[in-house]
């Protein structure tokens, strides 16, 4: 993907005389400075919540005290049963933590590796084009031109849409925490926004952090969680029915039953990663139906748009109307130009029988 993003730049720079090599150089260069400001911004931010610590710590206590007091009171469970529970789940989810400790291992090792073969895959683009056309043969080299261009096209649309829907969510999200007057409202902004990403979920897990923070820093009413709450909720509802259709969904073009379908389907099969990429997939593979003539119904299944059969049946059903009408008045013609002859014939008759 980020190899499709850049692109366009490269062949920008080419066409500036730049060589191959130095523009996809300078490509990567120009988005890994991008990435680790971004990175810099939020790792500054996260540290400066080590003030916050004995805050936490505080607030902490005494929302587990009261939580405890409240399930005593109400389950009649003692508080030290409670707190051994509540140790026993903590021990294991010392595993969990190993496991999630081990998948952001791989993901750095991933992030790490990233610029080499983003340079590769810009490289040897040419040997992975002629590939896709020494599949096929001669007689399909049209429409294998079509799907990788419009293939090209819908991901890169795609990904500058996710960038702007990043930007002006996190715009909104910052300014609703800075009047709500949450401590660290710009940087909560930003990674509710980067969580946001996550088709349809990531929304959801977005509002816990700023609701956690006003909750600890906050005095102690859930007036401002609440506002919280609304806000995002207010956020998702413009995100979801303005920004994502207009921006992102538009550009893949594929209804939101099974992009929601697609998500919850990648997300169990590749996770986090799993849930970002399935759109994109189920895209291309959209764009691929509707190439293959006997794949159509599979990728006007998947589309959005809900009148093109409606429309041809409408226009056979009016063809036929007008061909039945036609015929009806043709056959009026008829059986009216067929009178005068009738008539004749018997004002002939009726002579005859008189002359007899």
């Not at 409202?185 to 990674?191: D, W, Y």
């Not at 799993?274 to 691929?288: D, Q, R, V």
Request: charged content about 15%.
């Amino acid at each position: 993907l980020l190899g499709i993003l850049l692109n366009p730049l490269v062949n920008k720079m080419i066409c500036w005389k730049v060589p191959k090599i130095l523009a996809i150089i300078l490509a990567i260069l120009l988005a890994v400075v991008v990435a680790a400001g971004i990175i810099i911004f939020i790792s500054t931010q996260l540290a400066s919540f080590s003030e916050l610590a004995p805050q936490f710590q505080e607030r902490g206590t005494a929302m587990l005290n009261g939580i405890t007091a409240w399930v005593s009171d109400t389950f009649n469970i003692a508080k030290e049963v409670q707190l051994k529970k509540l140790n026993e789940a903590m021990q294991s989810g010392q595993a969990y933590i190993g496991k999630t400790l081990t998948t952001v291992m791989g993901i750095i090792g991933v992030v790490v590796l990233l610029p080499i073969y983003t340079f590769l895959i810009l490289y040897y683009k040419p040997l992975f084009l002629n590939f896709f056309y020494d599949v096929f043969e001669n007689k399909h080299v049209e429409k294998v031109t079509e799907v990788l261009n419009e293939t090209k096209t819908a991901i890169q649309k795609y990904i500058q849409g996710l960038l702007i829907e990043l930007a002006i969510v996190a715009a909104m999200n910052s300014a609703a925490l800075l009047i709500l007057g949450v401590k660290y409202a710009i940087l909560i902004g930003i990674i509710g926004a980067i969580l946001n990403l996550i088709p349809y979920i990531g929304g959801l897990v977005a509002i816990a952090l700023p609701v956690l923070m006003s909750i600890v820093t906050g005095d102690g009413g859930y007036t401002t969680p609440l506002f919280i709450v609304g806000a995002y909720g207010l956020i998702q509802f413009i995100d979801n029915n303005i920004i994502v259709p207009r921006i992102v969904s538009s550009k893949v073009e594929v209804n939101a039953f099974f992009s929601i379908v697609i998500v919850l389907f990648g997300g169990a099969l590749w996770g986090v990663s799993g849930m970002f990429l399935s759109i994109p997939f189920l895209a291309i593979c959209k764009i691929i139906f509707d190439r293959i003539d006997n794949l159509k119904p599979w990728g006007h299944l998947l589309g959005t748009d809900m009148n093109e059969n409606f429309t041809l049946i409408t226009q056979e059903t009016e063809e036929s109307t007008i061909e039945v009408e036609t015929t009806v008045e043709v056959t009026t013609e008829t059986s009216d130009a067929a009178e005068p002859i009738d008539n004749k014939e018997e004002q002939v008759s009726e002579e005859k029988e008189k002359e007899s």
